[in-house]
């Protein structure tokens, strides 16, 4: 549905988007993840056909989207980053006019709305001023403006934004119920939503691809390589740590103080699980122990190792 070939946007000394490579499948649901200033808007974009690329070339459908553009974007809605609604004009009103530009035939035109009403859940507002709504309703608004013409594929630049969590389950849930008939490539900064949303997960950042996969397998990759917590008493935290590094399957040990206790951050070997281990080490010496944990990996975390520990998202 989607590829995407050495993809580049500079603007003027900035390199916005450095030559990614990705595609998206039919019935695919994409998750673009990135902190601020990653390059996903300027990405997404470049996909709808609104900012040529300084080099490299991606199609959807089948149609290069910047050759072909017009072709390609009857396959393309897009919700953008700041939607732009003409806010003195009736929901129903607007939607019917956006329907007609982007190519619907007239006689479609009273269906197509009432479809799409009823899918964003618009039903009771399609009589009212886009200006007038909330920042929750203006999104679905924005969302029914990008499936009015029944594109294959939808690109969503942060749908979520700005919205109260009550706006953000009922934009989420209509993004799911989506799903069922469109692709869908969509940017975020919420990890969480990411995982709920999507089958697959882009990391971008600094115009780079840092990560490529589902966030099952995201996890998975990490948490082979995942930290064991272990508390114990121990009258020497320093000699401790030295011989807790000799263990089978243990890659390093850091330990910091707590009271009486002496919290160690044990790195495991990757496919090792030395809980067993330290199990029978903290028995032999007699340490008395309150934990022997390994946490499981979020995407938080996912994202942080591959980004290089950034958090500023
Ligand atoms: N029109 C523009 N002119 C100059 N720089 C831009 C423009 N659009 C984006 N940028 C820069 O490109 C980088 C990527 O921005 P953007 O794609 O908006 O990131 P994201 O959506 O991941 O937050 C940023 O450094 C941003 O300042
Ligand atoms: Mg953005």
Avoid at 71 to 83: C, D, F, M, S
Avoid at 156 to 178: K, M
Wanted: net charge neutral.
């Amino acid at each position: 549905m989607v590829k995407v070939e050495q993809l580049t946007k500079r603007f003027g000394a900035i390199t916005a988007v450095d030559g990614i490579d990705f595609t998206v499948e039919k019935g695919e649901i994409v998750g673009f993840l990135g902190p601020n200033g990653a390059g996903k808007s300027t990405t997404m974009r470049m996909l709808a056909g609104y900012l040529p690329p300084t080099s490299g070339r991606a199609s959807v459908a089948g149609f290069d989207i910047f050759s072909e553009s017009l072709k390609a974007r009857e396959h393309i809605g897009y919700l953008p980053e700041n939607v732009p609604l003409y806010l003195d004009m009736r929901v129903a009103e607007f939607l019917r006019y956006r329907a007609g530009l982007k190519g619907v035939p007239q006689r479609r035109l009273t269906e197509r709305v009432g479809d799409v009403l009823e899918m964003c859940g618009l039903d009771e507002v399609g009589k009212k001023i886009i200006g007038r709504l909330s920042k929750g309703f203006r999104q679905r608004v924005g969302l029914a403006d990008a499936m009015i013409h029944e594109p294959d594929l939808l690109i969503l630049d942060e749908p979520t934004i700005g919205l109260d969590p009550n706006q953000i389950r009922l934009v989420r849930d209509l993004i799911r119920n989506l799903r069922r008939h469109h692709t869908i490539l969509l940017s975020s900064h919420i990890l969480p939503e990411v995982e709920m949303l999507c089958s697959r997960v882009i990391i971008i950042n600094k115009g780079r691809i840092e990560a490529m996969d589902t966030p099952q397998n995201l996890r998975a990759r990490l948490g082979q390589a995942g930290h064991i917590l272990f508390d114990a008493i121990v009258a020497d935290p320093r000699a401790a740590a030295t011989d807790l590094r000799q263990l089978e399957g243990v890659q390093g040990v850091s330990h910091r103080r707590d009271g009486d206790w002496t919290v160690f951050t044990i790195e495991a070997a990757p496919d090792r699980d030395p809980r067993e281990a330290l199990f029978h080490h903290a028995t032999e010496n007699k340490w008395r122990v309150r934990e022997i944990s390994r946490p499981p990996v979020t995407l938080e975390r996912v994202f942080a190792e591959v980004t290089g520990g950034e958090e500023n998202f």
